[in-house]
Protein backbone atom coordinates (compact mmCIF):
# COMPACT_ATOMS: atom_id res chain seq x y z
CA UNK A 1 0.00 0.00 0.00
CA UNK A 2 2.83 2.18 0.16
CA UNK A 3 2.87 1.94 -3.88
CA UNK A 4 2.46 5.73 -4.86
CA UNK A 5 0.19 3.76 -7.72
CA UNK A 6 -2.37 2.94 -5.25
CA UNK A 7 -3.30 6.23 -3.88
CA UNK A 8 -3.25 7.76 -7.50
CA UNK A 9 -5.88 5.45 -8.48
CA UNK A 10 -5.37 6.21 -11.93
CA UNK A 11 -5.93 9.96 -11.75
CA UNK A 12 -9.24 9.55 -9.83
CA UNK A 13 -7.59 9.74 -6.62
CA UNK A 14 -10.22 12.98 -5.58
CA UNK A 15 -13.20 10.99 -6.45
CA UNK A 16 -12.42 7.74 -5.11
CA UNK A 17 -11.19 9.13 -1.84
CA UNK A 18 -13.86 11.77 -1.34
CA UNK A 19 -15.94 8.79 -1.86
CA UNK A 20 -14.66 7.01 0.66
CA UNK A 21 -14.01 9.50 3.38
CA UNK A 22 -17.65 10.69 3.07
CA UNK A 23 -19.05 7.46 3.26
CA UNK A 24 -17.10 6.34 6.53
CA UNK A 25 -17.36 10.22 8.07
CA UNK A 26 -21.45 9.35 7.79
CA UNK A 27 -21.55 5.68 8.90
CA UNK A 28 -19.02 6.17 12.23
CA UNK A 29 -21.14 9.39 13.13
CA UNK A 30 -24.52 7.35 13.03
CA UNK A 31 -23.03 4.99 15.13
CA UNK A 32 -20.85 7.10 17.41
CA UNK A 33 -23.89 9.33 17.71
CA UNK A 34 -26.51 7.11 19.79
CA UNK A 35 -24.11 5.65 22.02
CA UNK A 36 -23.00 9.31 23.23
CA UNK A 37 -26.26 10.42 23.56
CA UNK A 38 -27.20 7.32 25.46
CA UNK A 39 -24.54 7.81 28.05
CA UNK A 40 -25.42 11.60 28.66
CA UNK A 41 -29.14 10.51 29.24
CA UNK A 42 -27.95 7.48 31.72
CA UNK A 43 -25.87 9.89 33.59
CA UNK A 44 -28.58 12.64 33.94
CA UNK A 45 -31.35 10.15 35.24
CA UNK A 46 -28.88 8.43 37.44
CA UNK A 47 -28.21 11.94 39.04
CA UNK A 48 -32.03 12.17 39.16
CA UNK A 49 -32.50 8.87 41.19
CA UNK A 50 -30.10 10.17 43.20
CA UNK A 51 -31.52 13.28 44.08
CA UNK A 52 -34.95 11.32 44.45
CA UNK A 53 -33.70 8.42 46.73
CA UNK A 54 -32.17 10.87 49.33
CA UNK B 1 -55.26 -13.10 14.57
CA UNK B 2 -57.94 -11.11 16.39
CA UNK B 3 -60.55 -9.97 14.20
CA UNK B 4 -59.99 -6.36 15.01
CA UNK B 5 -56.33 -6.81 13.69
CA UNK B 6 -56.97 -8.68 10.42
CA UNK B 7 -59.21 -5.89 9.76
CA UNK B 8 -56.45 -3.22 10.13
CA UNK B 9 -54.28 -5.92 8.72
CA UNK B 10 -56.79 -5.82 5.50
CA UNK B 11 -56.89 -1.94 5.46
CA UNK B 12 -53.49 -1.39 5.21
CA UNK B 13 -53.41 -4.03 2.25
CA UNK B 14 -55.87 -2.62 0.62
CA UNK B 15 -54.99 0.94 0.92
CA UNK B 16 -50.93 0.05 -0.17
CA UNK B 17 -53.26 -1.64 -3.33
CA UNK B 18 -54.85 1.46 -3.95
CA UNK B 19 -51.92 4.02 -3.69
CA UNK B 20 -49.99 1.52 -6.03
CA UNK B 21 -53.05 1.72 -8.38
CA UNK B 22 -52.75 5.37 -8.28
CA UNK B 23 -49.13 5.76 -8.58
CA UNK B 24 -49.03 3.46 -11.58
CA UNK B 25 -51.47 5.75 -13.51
CA UNK B 26 -49.72 8.63 -12.45
CA UNK B 27 -46.90 7.45 -13.53
CA UNK B 28 -48.36 6.14 -17.00
CA UNK B 29 -50.00 9.51 -17.73
CA UNK B 30 -46.18 11.35 -17.13
CA UNK B 31 -44.24 8.68 -19.05
CA UNK B 32 -42.95 10.73 -21.94
CA UNK B 33 -41.88 13.24 -19.26
CA UNK B 34 -39.97 10.99 -17.01
CA UNK B 35 -38.00 9.62 -20.12
CA UNK B 36 -34.70 11.33 -19.68
CA UNK B 37 -33.68 11.12 -23.64
CA UNK B 38 -35.25 10.44 -26.88
CA UNK B 39 -33.68 7.74 -29.21
CA UNK B 40 -32.47 8.67 -32.53
CA UNK B 41 -35.71 6.96 -34.00
CA UNK B 42 -37.82 9.33 -31.97
CA UNK B 43 -35.80 12.23 -33.96
CA UNK B 44 -35.70 10.72 -37.28
CA UNK B 45 -40.32 9.82 -36.64
CA UNK B 46 -40.55 13.59 -35.65
CA UNK B 47 -41.31 12.82 -31.97
CA UNK B 48 -38.56 15.13 -30.79
CA UNK B 49 -39.34 19.11 -30.64
CA UNK B 50 -38.57 21.55 -33.26
CA UNK B 51 -36.75 24.57 -32.37
CA UNK B 52 -36.55 23.80 -28.70
CA UNK B 53 -34.15 21.65 -26.72
CA UNK B 54 -34.04 18.31 -25.72
CA UNK B 55 -31.84 14.99 -24.93
CA UNK B 56 -30.88 12.69 -27.71
CA UNK B 57 -29.50 9.45 -26.44
CA UNK B 58 -27.85 6.90 -28.50
CA UNK B 59 -24.76 4.69 -29.43
CA UNK B 60 -21.63 6.59 -31.20
CA UNK B 61 -21.39 4.77 -34.27
CA UNK B 62 -18.12 3.15 -34.76
CA UNK B 63 -15.76 4.75 -37.68
CA UNK B 64 -18.23 8.36 -37.62
CA UNK B 65 -15.97 10.47 -35.59
CA UNK B 66 -14.33 13.46 -37.13
CA UNK B 67 -12.84 16.46 -36.17
CA UNK B 68 -13.19 18.60 -38.87
CA UNK B 69 -10.96 21.61 -37.58
CA UNK B 70 -8.37 22.41 -35.33
CA UNK B 71 -11.10 23.05 -33.00
CA UNK B 72 -12.81 21.55 -30.35
CA UNK B 73 -15.68 20.90 -33.13
CA UNK B 74 -16.24 17.10 -33.13
CA UNK B 75 -18.83 15.52 -35.33
CA UNK B 76 -20.39 12.42 -35.32
CA UNK B 77 -23.53 10.04 -35.74
CA UNK B 78 -25.17 8.36 -33.18
CA UNK B 79 -27.60 5.36 -33.73
CA UNK B 80 -29.94 3.12 -31.81
CA UNK B 81 -29.10 0.24 -33.87
CA UNK B 82 -32.02 1.51 -36.48
CA UNK B 83 -32.14 5.15 -37.17
CA UNK B 84 -29.36 7.58 -37.45
CA UNK B 85 -28.65 11.03 -36.36
CA UNK B 86 -25.38 13.39 -36.82
CA UNK B 87 -24.31 15.52 -33.94
CA UNK B 88 -21.93 18.14 -33.46
CA UNK B 89 -20.42 19.51 -30.40
CA UNK B 90 -17.95 21.75 -29.34
CA UNK B 91 -16.22 21.08 -26.41
CA UNK B 92 -14.23 18.98 -24.30
CA UNK B 93 -16.11 15.36 -23.88
CA UNK B 94 -16.34 13.16 -20.84
CA UNK B 95 -13.73 10.70 -19.79
CA UNK B 96 -15.49 7.61 -21.21
CA UNK B 97 -16.33 8.79 -24.19
CA UNK B 98 -15.41 6.66 -27.63
CA UNK B 99 -17.06 4.93 -30.43
CA UNK B 100 -19.58 2.55 -29.78
CA UNK B 101 -20.18 3.93 -26.27
CA UNK B 102 -23.60 5.04 -25.53
CA UNK B 103 -24.14 8.68 -25.07
CA UNK B 104 -26.82 11.43 -23.74
CA UNK B 105 -26.51 15.07 -25.91
CA UNK B 106 -28.17 18.04 -24.86
CA UNK B 107 -29.13 20.68 -27.57
CA UNK B 108 -31.37 21.08 -30.83
CA UNK B 109 -31.79 20.51 -34.43
CA UNK B 110 -30.55 23.11 -36.99
CA UNK B 111 -32.35 23.53 -40.06
CA UNK B 112 -29.72 20.65 -41.83
CA UNK B 113 -31.28 17.87 -38.91
CA UNK B 114 -28.15 17.77 -37.67
CA UNK B 115 -27.92 17.81 -33.83
CA UNK B 116 -26.31 20.59 -32.61
CA UNK B 117 -25.39 20.09 -28.74
CA UNK B 118 -24.41 21.93 -26.05
CA UNK B 119 -23.44 19.42 -23.74
CA UNK B 120 -22.13 15.58 -23.81
CA UNK B 121 -22.95 12.87 -21.29
CA UNK B 122 -21.50 9.65 -21.10
CA UNK B 123 -23.69 6.56 -20.57
CA UNK B 124 -21.64 3.79 -18.97
CA UNK B 125 -22.88 0.22 -19.49
CA UNK B 126 -23.82 -2.20 -16.52
CA UNK B 127 -20.68 -4.10 -17.28
CA UNK B 128 -17.24 -4.22 -15.01
CA UNK B 129 -14.73 -6.71 -15.99
CA UNK B 130 -10.44 -6.12 -16.00
CA UNK B 131 -8.90 -4.76 -19.18
CA UNK B 132 -7.37 -8.40 -20.14
CA UNK B 133 -10.78 -10.12 -19.96
CA UNK B 134 -12.55 -7.34 -22.05
CA UNK B 135 -9.87 -8.01 -24.72
CA UNK B 136 -10.11 -11.52 -25.20
CA UNK B 137 -13.98 -10.66 -25.54
CA UNK B 138 -13.32 -8.11 -28.13
CA UNK B 139 -10.85 -10.78 -29.91
CA UNK B 140 -13.20 -13.29 -31.92
CA UNK B 141 -15.41 -11.05 -33.43
CA UNK B 142 -13.44 -8.52 -35.13
CA UNK B 143 -12.72 -9.43 -38.39
CA UNK C 1 -57.29 -18.77 14.93
CA UNK C 2 -54.34 -19.66 15.50
CA UNK C 3 -51.87 -18.01 13.64
CA UNK C 4 -48.56 -19.21 15.06
CA UNK C 5 -47.64 -22.07 17.17
CA UNK C 6 -48.19 -20.72 21.10
CA UNK C 7 -44.99 -21.39 22.14
CA UNK C 8 -43.64 -18.72 18.61
CA UNK C 9 -45.93 -16.27 20.55
CA UNK C 10 -44.06 -16.78 23.81
CA UNK C 11 -40.66 -16.34 22.52
CA UNK C 12 -42.40 -12.64 20.67
CA UNK C 13 -43.38 -11.58 23.66
CA UNK C 14 -40.44 -12.09 25.77
CA UNK C 15 -37.83 -10.76 22.99
CA UNK C 16 -39.56 -7.64 22.65
CA UNK C 17 -40.44 -6.75 26.30
CA UNK C 18 -37.96 -3.88 26.66
CA UNK C 19 -35.88 -4.76 29.12
CA UNK C 20 -35.04 -8.18 27.54
CA UNK C 21 -34.69 -6.47 24.49
CA UNK C 22 -31.39 -3.83 25.90
CA UNK C 23 -30.21 -6.86 27.16
CA UNK C 24 -30.11 -8.50 24.26
CA UNK C 25 -29.04 -5.60 22.40
CA UNK C 26 -25.80 -5.01 24.47
CA UNK C 27 -24.93 -8.43 24.78
CA UNK C 28 -25.15 -8.61 20.38
CA UNK C 29 -23.28 -5.34 19.66
CA UNK C 30 -19.33 -6.24 20.18
CA UNK C 31 -20.05 -9.85 18.17
CA UNK C 32 -21.98 -7.71 15.34
CA UNK C 33 -19.45 -4.74 15.77
CA UNK C 34 -16.36 -7.77 15.11
CA UNK C 35 -18.11 -9.54 12.67
CA UNK C 36 -18.53 -5.63 10.62
CA UNK C 37 -15.14 -4.74 10.98
CA UNK C 38 -13.83 -8.05 9.66
CA UNK C 39 -16.14 -7.79 6.23
CA UNK C 40 -15.31 -4.47 6.05
CA UNK C 41 -11.38 -5.03 6.25
CA UNK C 42 -12.16 -7.73 3.62
CA UNK C 43 -14.27 -5.79 1.07
CA UNK C 44 -12.06 -2.91 1.17
CA UNK C 45 -8.88 -4.92 0.52
CA UNK C 46 -10.21 -6.64 -1.96
CA UNK C 47 -11.72 -3.77 -3.59
CA UNK C 48 -9.54 -1.21 -3.56
CA UNK C 49 -6.12 -3.09 -3.57
CA UNK C 50 -7.08 -7.03 -5.28
CA UNK C 51 -9.72 -6.19 -7.98
CA UNK C 52 -7.94 -5.00 -11.05
CA UNK C 53 -9.02 -1.50 -12.72
CA UNK C 54 -12.47 -2.02 -14.92
CA UNK C 55 -11.75 -2.19 -19.19
CA UNK C 56 -13.50 1.13 -19.16
CA UNK C 57 -13.48 3.27 -16.14
CA UNK C 58 -10.25 2.70 -14.70
CA UNK C 59 -9.98 2.86 -10.98
CA UNK C 60 -12.89 5.53 -10.58
CA UNK C 61 -15.33 2.30 -11.24
CA UNK C 62 -13.47 1.41 -7.80
CA UNK C 63 -16.54 4.19 -5.96
CA UNK C 64 -19.00 1.11 -6.77
CA UNK C 65 -17.83 -0.59 -3.38
CA UNK C 66 -19.25 2.01 -1.16
CA UNK C 67 -22.15 3.13 -3.88
CA UNK C 68 -23.94 0.05 -4.56
CA UNK C 69 -23.87 -1.31 -1.00
CA UNK C 70 -24.80 1.69 0.38
CA UNK C 71 -27.50 2.15 -2.37
CA UNK C 72 -28.92 -1.37 -1.69
CA UNK C 73 -29.30 -1.06 1.75
CA UNK C 74 -31.29 2.42 1.06
CA UNK C 75 -34.09 0.42 0.18
CA UNK C 76 -33.63 -2.44 2.26
CA UNK C 77 -33.83 -0.44 5.40
CA UNK C 78 -37.08 1.79 4.05
CA UNK C 79 -38.69 -1.75 3.53
CA UNK C 80 -37.54 -2.77 7.06
CA UNK C 81 -39.33 0.49 8.01
CA UNK C 82 -42.76 -0.27 6.32
CA UNK C 83 -42.94 -3.41 7.48
CA UNK C 84 -42.27 -2.50 11.20
CA UNK C 85 -44.83 0.41 10.45
CA UNK C 86 -47.50 -2.34 9.54
CA UNK C 87 -46.61 -4.52 12.53
CA UNK C 88 -46.96 -1.04 14.60
CA UNK C 89 -50.25 0.31 13.38
CA UNK C 90 -51.90 -4.08 13.36
CA UNK C 91 -50.45 -5.32 16.69
CA UNK C 92 -49.47 -1.92 18.49
CA UNK C 93 -46.28 -3.43 19.24
CA UNK C 94 -43.98 -0.81 21.08
CA UNK C 95 -40.54 -2.16 19.98
CA UNK C 96 -41.88 -2.48 16.45
CA UNK C 97 -42.42 1.39 16.73
CA UNK C 98 -39.03 1.91 18.23
CA UNK C 99 -37.47 -0.07 15.47
CA UNK C 100 -38.69 1.73 12.45
CA UNK C 101 -37.85 5.26 13.96
CA UNK C 102 -34.10 3.74 15.23
CA UNK C 103 -34.15 3.00 11.09
CA UNK C 104 -34.90 6.29 9.96
CA UNK C 105 -31.71 7.79 10.40
CA UNK C 106 -29.57 5.25 9.46
CA UNK C 107 -30.74 4.66 6.28
CA UNK C 108 -31.00 8.40 5.67
CA UNK C 109 -27.21 7.92 5.93
CA UNK C 110 -27.20 5.35 3.28
CA UNK C 111 -29.32 7.29 1.18
CA UNK C 112 -27.20 10.23 2.37
CA UNK C 113 -24.18 8.14 0.73
CA UNK C 114 -25.77 6.96 -2.57
CA UNK C 115 -26.60 10.37 -3.61
CA UNK C 116 -22.94 11.60 -2.60
CA UNK C 117 -20.64 8.86 -4.18
CA UNK C 118 -23.04 8.55 -7.35
CA UNK C 119 -22.48 12.20 -7.60
CA UNK C 120 -18.62 11.65 -6.99
CA UNK C 121 -18.80 9.07 -9.76
CA UNK C 122 -20.57 11.04 -12.43
CA UNK C 123 -18.80 13.89 -12.38
CA UNK C 124 -15.48 11.97 -14.29
CA UNK C 125 -17.64 9.30 -15.97
CA UNK C 126 -20.77 10.53 -17.06
CA UNK C 127 -19.07 14.28 -17.18
CA UNK C 128 -22.35 15.52 -14.86
CA UNK C 129 -22.48 15.75 -11.08
CA UNK C 130 -26.10 15.88 -10.91
CA UNK C 131 -29.46 14.77 -13.85
CA UNK C 132 -32.83 14.94 -13.65
CA UNK C 133 -33.03 11.54 -14.48
CA UNK C 134 -36.04 8.52 -12.98
CA UNK C 135 -32.93 6.70 -11.11
CA UNK C 136 -31.57 9.87 -9.33
CA UNK C 137 -34.87 11.56 -8.62
CA UNK C 138 -36.75 8.42 -7.32
CA UNK C 139 -33.51 8.22 -4.69
CA UNK C 140 -33.69 11.70 -3.66
CA UNK C 141 -37.23 11.60 -3.33
CA UNK C 142 -36.32 8.61 -0.90
CA UNK C 143 -34.22 10.65 0.95
CA UNK C 144 -37.25 12.89 1.89
CA UNK C 145 -38.88 10.20 2.76
CA UNK C 146 -36.77 9.35 5.31
CA UNK C 147 -36.00 13.17 6.04
CA UNK C 148 -39.67 13.23 6.35
CA UNK C 149 -40.16 10.44 8.63
CA UNK C 150 -37.46 11.66 11.13
CA UNK C 151 -38.87 14.72 11.67
CA UNK C 152 -42.57 14.15 11.77
CA UNK C 153 -41.60 11.99 14.62
CA UNK C 154 -39.77 14.71 16.06
CA UNK C 155 -42.72 17.23 15.73
CA UNK C 156 -45.68 15.04 17.64
CA UNK C 157 -45.21 15.67 21.26
CA UNK C 158 -46.92 12.02 22.64
CA UNK C 159 -44.50 9.31 20.99
CA UNK C 160 -47.07 6.67 20.64
CA UNK C 161 -49.74 9.27 18.62
CA UNK C 162 -45.89 9.88 16.81
CA UNK C 163 -45.58 6.35 16.04
CA UNK C 164 -48.91 6.09 14.46
CA UNK C 165 -48.24 9.26 12.33
CA UNK C 166 -45.15 7.77 11.20
CA UNK C 167 -46.08 4.36 10.33
CA UNK C 168 -48.55 5.30 7.75
CA UNK C 169 -45.62 7.90 5.94
CA UNK C 170 -43.78 4.67 5.94
CA UNK C 171 -45.91 2.35 4.33
CA UNK C 172 -47.19 5.03 2.26
CA UNK C 173 -43.27 5.72 1.07
CA UNK C 174 -43.11 2.39 -0.06
CA UNK C 175 -44.93 2.81 -3.05
CA UNK C 176 -41.14 4.48 -4.28
CA UNK C 177 -38.73 1.74 -3.55
CA UNK C 178 -39.91 -0.53 -6.90
CA UNK C 179 -40.11 2.76 -8.68
CA UNK C 180 -36.37 3.10 -7.62
CA UNK C 181 -35.68 -0.68 -8.46
CA UNK C 182 -37.10 -0.68 -11.92
CA UNK C 183 -36.85 3.38 -13.12
CA UNK C 184 -33.76 1.87 -14.84
CA UNK C 185 -35.90 -0.54 -17.24
CA UNK C 186 -39.00 1.33 -17.62
CA UNK C 187 -37.41 4.84 -18.80
CA UNK C 188 -34.81 5.82 -20.46
CA UNK C 189 -32.61 6.94 -18.18
CA UNK C 190 -28.78 8.31 -18.11
CA UNK C 191 -27.80 5.80 -14.89
CA UNK C 192 -27.09 2.46 -16.28
CA UNK C 193 -28.91 -0.51 -15.76
CA UNK C 194 -28.61 -3.30 -13.01
CA UNK C 195 -25.27 -5.65 -13.16
CA UNK C 196 -25.61 -8.10 -9.95
CA UNK C 197 -29.32 -8.51 -9.87
CA UNK C 198 -30.25 -9.21 -13.54
CA UNK C 199 -31.20 -12.58 -14.38
CA UNK C 200 -28.99 -13.28 -16.87
CA UNK C 201 -25.35 -13.88 -17.36
CA UNK C 202 -23.61 -11.71 -14.55
CA UNK C 203 -22.17 -8.62 -16.03
CA UNK C 204 -19.22 -7.96 -13.56
CA UNK C 205 -15.65 -10.15 -13.33
CA UNK C 206 -15.39 -12.44 -10.27
CA UNK C 207 -12.48 -10.69 -9.29
CA UNK C 208 -14.64 -7.35 -8.88
CA UNK C 209 -18.26 -9.00 -7.59
CA UNK C 210 -16.37 -11.03 -4.53
CA UNK C 211 -15.18 -7.71 -2.79
CA UNK C 212 -19.24 -6.39 -3.85
CA UNK C 213 -20.58 -9.02 -1.77
CA UNK C 214 -18.24 -8.52 0.92
CA UNK C 215 -19.18 -5.15 1.23
CA UNK C 216 -22.70 -5.32 0.70
CA UNK C 217 -22.84 -8.01 3.54
CA UNK C 218 -20.80 -5.61 6.12
CA UNK C 219 -23.13 -2.65 5.18
CA UNK C 220 -26.06 -5.47 6.43
CA UNK C 221 -24.08 -5.68 9.72
CA UNK C 222 -23.28 -2.39 10.43
CA UNK C 223 -26.91 -1.31 9.84
CA UNK C 224 -27.96 -4.28 12.49
CA UNK C 225 -25.29 -2.61 14.79
CA UNK C 226 -26.34 1.15 14.40
CA UNK C 227 -30.04 0.23 14.60
CA UNK C 228 -29.58 -1.62 18.00
CA UNK C 229 -27.86 1.64 19.40
CA UNK C 230 -30.37 3.58 18.31
CA UNK C 231 -32.80 1.85 19.92
CA UNK C 232 -31.11 1.30 22.86
CA UNK C 233 -31.19 5.23 23.20
CA UNK C 234 -34.82 5.29 22.19
CA UNK C 235 -35.91 2.57 24.96
CA UNK C 236 -34.33 4.79 27.31
CA UNK C 237 -36.02 7.73 26.65
CA UNK C 238 -39.49 6.55 26.19
CA UNK C 239 -39.33 4.05 29.53
CA UNK C 240 -37.35 6.18 31.69
CA UNK C 241 -39.84 6.49 34.36
CA UNK C 242 -40.18 2.51 34.51
CA UNK C 243 -39.02 0.11 37.05
CA UNK C 244 -36.16 -1.97 34.54
CA UNK C 245 -34.36 2.10 34.05
CA UNK C 246 -34.39 2.31 37.59
CA UNK C 247 -32.99 -1.47 38.18
CA UNK C 248 -30.58 -0.74 35.25
CA UNK C 249 -29.45 2.79 36.96
CA UNK C 250 -28.72 0.82 40.52
CA UNK C 251 -26.81 -1.81 38.94
CA UNK C 252 -24.49 0.90 37.62
CA UNK C 253 -24.02 3.11 40.65
Known amino acids: MNNPDFWAMGGYAFYVWTSYGITFAVLLWNLISPVLQRKNLLRRLTVKQKRETS | MKPIRRQRLILILLSLAGLGIAVAFALQAFNQNLMYFFSTSDVIAGKAPANADFRLGGMVVKGSLERPGADLLVRFKLSDLSKEVTVEYTGILPDLFREGQGIVAKGRLDGRGVFVAQEVLAKHDENYMPPEVASTLKKPVQP | ?253
Not at chain 3, 157 to 176: H, Q, T, Y
Open chain 3, 1 to 253: MAFFPASWTRFFHQTASPPYFYALASKLSPWLGGICLALLAAGLYGGLYLAPPDYQQGDSYRIIYVHVPAAWMSLFVYVLMAVMGGIALIWRMKLAEVMLISSAPIGAGFTFIALVTGSLWGKPMWGAWWVWDARLTSELILLFLYLGVISLYGAIEDKRNAARAVSILALVGVVNIPIIHYSVEWWNTLHQGPTVTKLDKPSIHISMLTPLLLMALAFKFYYALAVLQNAKLELLRRESGAQWVKNLLGAKT
